[in-house]
């Protein structure tokens, strides 16, 4: 199983950026999965999740209405729209498949700077 994010930077207060994860060694479509972010100093924070077909999203409350997350079966990718970024949007954003409840694996990350 292999996670492959890309897509972050740093961007000002404001701007947006749209994140990328490359799913491999496994059929993406069979999955819920989603995005975790761990913010330096901190514990990791769920972030969003789409069910296997995409017909369902689901969000945490501090990115409710700027983040869309989004899957494309077809090509084992998912992704992750940011807009209106904010300072504590700042973290290492890591991509998540979930099974059976669990977030049971996790990409490298990428990180997302967000300046004020």
């Known amino acids: 199983v292999q996670l492959v994010e890309s897509g972050g930077g740093l961007v000002q207060s404001g701007g947006s950026l749209r994140l990328s994860c490359a799913a491999s060694e496994f059929t993406l479509g069979y999955y819920a999965i989603g995005w975790l972010r761990q913010a330096p100093g901190k514990g990791p924070e769920w972030v969003s999740t789409i069910s296997s077909g995409g017909g369902s999203t689901f969000y945490a409350d501090s990115v409710k209405g700027r983040f869309t997350i989004s899957r494309d079966n077809a090509k084992n990718t998912l992704y992750l729209q940011m807009n209106s970024l904010k300072p504590e949007d700042t973290a290492v954003y890591y991509c998540?498949?979930?099974?059976?409840?669990?977030?049971?694996?996790w990409g490298h990350g990428t990180q997302v700077t967000v300046s004020s």
């Open positions: 998540v498949r979930k099974t059976g409840g669990q977030y049971d694996y």
